[in-house]
């Protein structure tokens, strides 16, 4: 297929999601299941607009992964505050006006927060949050990708990123079932769950397109991406 025919295929998807009200979309997973991958894809195919979090403008981060106790409510704070500033500079209109994907959502950092805080550290943060986090604007639909802690771990290793190198398989099963309890209880907004153990969107075209294909159909509620090549 040349390339002309994978943007014109791309421009009647986009214009199929944008037919269900869908203008942004937020990618949400466990650290190395390739949000920010999907992410910048979809803005990449579907001619939009990419909000991509800055994880290295953390100073923390790093000093967390070596002494978590020590570090993680100036981590989680750090966190938090330039979530909110990055999505304070968005209007509406910003948001809405065409196609935005987005690698995060504003409460992906609670998760992390209950994990790693103390009871005291948590209810500060839960109280700053909180305040925060009304004036954010909500995704049309959030897709939440999930992996194995092992598959995780090997993803991690090869992107090979510094601060990430003393991340433990542990750690990574905990966060995994703190994320799939959040995302079980999830309802504010439709939700897309996609397992990616198998599947490879960054490498695989076909792959990437089935998802997005997926995508132009309307998600009512929680529902599960089921490749089609399994259905057929």
Known sequence: MDNSSVIEIYAKYKLSIRENGISAIAVEGNIGVGKTSLARLLADRLRGRLIEEKVDDNPFLERFYEDMG???FQTQLVFLMNRYKQQMTLTQKDLFDDFTAIDYIFARDRIFAHINLSDDELMLYNRIASELEAKIIKPDLVIYLQASPNVLFERIQRRGRRFERS???EYLDVLNDAFNHFFFN???TPLLVVNTDALDFVSDEKQFADVVRRITQ?????EYYVPSWETS
């Not at 309307?218 to 929680?222: A, C, E, H, K, L």
């Open 70 to 72: 020590a570090y993680a």
């Open 167 to 169: 991340i433990s398989r």
């Open 186 to 188: 999830y309802a504010e």
């Open 218 to 222: 309307p998600v009512r509620g929680t």
